[in-house]
């Protein structure tokens, strides 16, 4: 017989063993969804050249700022695809005409503007001829992206600087709202408003280090609201994390592998060198944050305006400024007629037509902010249609319906307007198609100058139609003949008389009278009446004959009655 002699605590162990393994199988078998901002498709590593891929959280990053901005920090054609939406650029520097570096900039923040205020009023700009050198902005730009996987929208962000003297000290405002100022002088004050949900980038760095921390704000509320103190996101080096952050920022210093001079491939300009294509040390900032992940998505950012600072405080004197367009939102339109119908010519019920205006965020995450604006409506006739008689309503075509009608909110992220009646204008038959145009109004923070016209102009369409009918109308025109006889076969000669009385007796007056009329050889005479009866009458005649020979004229006949009953008419269908 064989025995087996457990230790003690064999089972527990044993049972703890196999919790362990169960968990690591669980863990290989489960997706894990990365919230990082530079584990993606994008290289935050301290340069602009995707050709120094890098490869994070196991996967390599083959894209970077020169894969969408060219030699002039135009647009690269093409570039926006798989996830990446928006792109901006703006060029803050400008050359002598004999290539030097120009020191004066119009984009300046005037002193006292702070980012704990609202924009108007509260922030101004001014011209400065002699900017400092380590806060001078070269360019600025920035790219939003969506990524497939869990459809989370991340912003990427840079800045050049002209010099790296110091410490520096650098924001990025993501704004909803067309914001701006450029002066030429004296103070300016800017346009524009905070909007809730406008996002505060405060990032600080040192001269030969890396990124020390960086931290994102939100704005809370309207022009009336106030800049949320309490950071929503917080972050550090990108080169110093191994991914899964949810924001990051770093420069072209510190940490390997870009810890040196740099070069782009547009125009930029360092105090050292001058105008050219380098960026020495520390002179290169650029981060990401994934706005989904710290429930900061959603938000249609038009414009971002990057800053140089004394600190990282909320209340730093702000220096420089460069201002770019990012153009998150976008506005699309659609247009419904009341009625696709055949309509018959002439018909005087209503025609109108209703414009869906829908606002949408290039992320595609969460409900955009309703367009606010006007729609003009116009409707196209056969001639106008676009082929005449067959095509549809194009843009410029047709004749404007009433007046520009101000939009209202239907559900939240769409507006709708509904133009006048058109019914008036059907004057011939044909096909005819309506047309809308949206101007967004100058006050609307997200769609600042967007325009849309009818994105389905096949469905603007309907037929004004005729229809052939009959009616028939029955009239009666009574006339009488008189035969006038001698006794013994006599030649009768005169005349006759006719009275034709609306009475059934030869009562009353006469209506009309005929004659004398001269009988012929037969002895007959006929009236000759033109007046039609068009309605149920009773008629009488009474005949007269007045004798011009020797036959004598004999009494007056007696009196005839005629009742023509209703007219049965054909009135069509």
């Known amino acids: 017989m ?39 498709q994008f290289q935050l590593d301290g340069d602009v050249r995707a050709s120094t891929t890098t490869s994070v959280g196991g996967t390599t990053q083959a894209l970077d700022w020169d894969s969408f901005f060219d030699s002039s920090g135009n647009p690269v054609s093409g570039s926006l695809t798989a996830g990446f939406t928006n792109s901006g650029f703006d060029r803050d520097f400008a050359t002598n005409s004999d290539g030097s570096f120009n020191t004066a900039d119009q984009t300046t923040f005037s002193t006292g503007s702070k980012d704990t205020l609202n924009i108007t009023p509260g922030w101004q700009c001014n011209f400065d001829n002699n900017v400092n050198s380590k806060i001078d902005i070269m360019n600025a730009y920035a790219l939003a992206y969506t990524n497939p996987a869990n459809n989370h929208q991340i912003l990427y962000f840079a800045l050049e600087r002209n010099a790296n003297t110091g410490d520096g000290n650098v924001a990025f405002w993501f704004l909803q709202d067309n914001a701006g100022c450029v002066s030429a002088g004296p103070s300016v004050a800017f346009t524009g408003n905070h909007a809730d949900g406008d996002l505060l980038v405060v990032s600080s760095f040192t001269n030969g280090g890396g990124v020390s921390t960086i931290d994102v704000y939100r704005w809370d ?9 309490n950071p929503a996101a917080h972050g550090v080096d990108c080169k110093s994390t191994t991914g899964n952050d949810a924001v990051c920022a770093t420069t072209n210093s510190g940490p390997l592998p870009i810890t040196g001079s740099i070069t782009t491939p547009w125009p ?5 060198d001058g105008p050219g294509n380098t960026l020495r040390t520390s002179e290169f900032f650029e981060g990401g944050v994934d706005l989904t992940a710290k429930n900061l998505g959603g938000k249609c950012f038009n414009v971002f305006i990057a800053d140089t600072r004394s600190s990282q405080s909320l209340t730093a004197t702000l220096f420089d400024f460069a201002r770019g367009r990012l153009g998150e939102c976008s506005v699309s339109l659609t247009t419904a007629p009341s009625s696709t119908a055949d309509r018959l010519l002439g018909s005087t019920a209503p025609i109108t037509d209703t414009a869906y205006i829908l606002g949408s965020t290039s992320a595609g995450g969460g409900t955009a902010p309703t367009p606010t604006g006007t729609v003009t409506f116009y409707l196209c006739s056969p001639a106008q249609l676009t082929p005449p008689n067959t095509g549809t309503c194009t843009d410029a075509n047709g004749t404007q319906v009433g007046s520009p009608v101000t939009t209202s909110e239907s559900v939240p992220g769409t507006a709708t307007a509904t133009s006048a009646d058109a019914q008036s204008m059907l004057t011939v038959l044909g096909k005819y198609c309506f047309r809308a145009h949206f101007d967004a109004a100058s006050n609307d923070p997200n769609y600042p100058g967007q325009t849309a016209e009818t994105g389905n102009p096949a469905a603007e369409c309907f037929n004004v139609t005729s229809v052939a009918s009959i009616t028939t109308a029955q009239k009666w025109l009574p006339q009488d003949t008189a035969t006038v006889t001698a006794s013994g ?20 007056n006469a209506v009309q009278t005929f004659g004398p009329i001269t009988v012929d050889s037969n002895g007959q005479a006929v009236t000759s009446n033109a007046t039609y009866y068009t309605t149920a009458t009773t008629i009488s ?8 020979n020797s036959v004598g004229s004999g009494s007056p006949s007696h009196c005839e009655t005629m009742t023509v009953n209703p007219l049965n008419n054909d009135t069509g269908s």
């Open 2 to 40: 064989t025995s087996s002699i457990r230790k003690p605590g064999g089972r527990r162990r044993l049972r703890v063993a196999l919790l362990v393994i169960s968990a690591l199988v669980f863990a290989l078998l489960v997706p894990v969804i990365a919230y990082a901002v530079h584990d993606l």
């Open 221 to 229: 509320g309207g022009a009336s609201g106030s800049l949320n103190t």
């Open 541 to 548: 005649w009474r005949a007269t004959f007045t004798s011009t």
């Open 489 to 508: 076969g006599a030649t009768v000669a005169g005349t006759v008389t006719f009275s034709l009385y609306e009475s059934a007796n030869c009562s009353g």
């Open 268 to 272: 930029t300009s360092n105090k050292q």
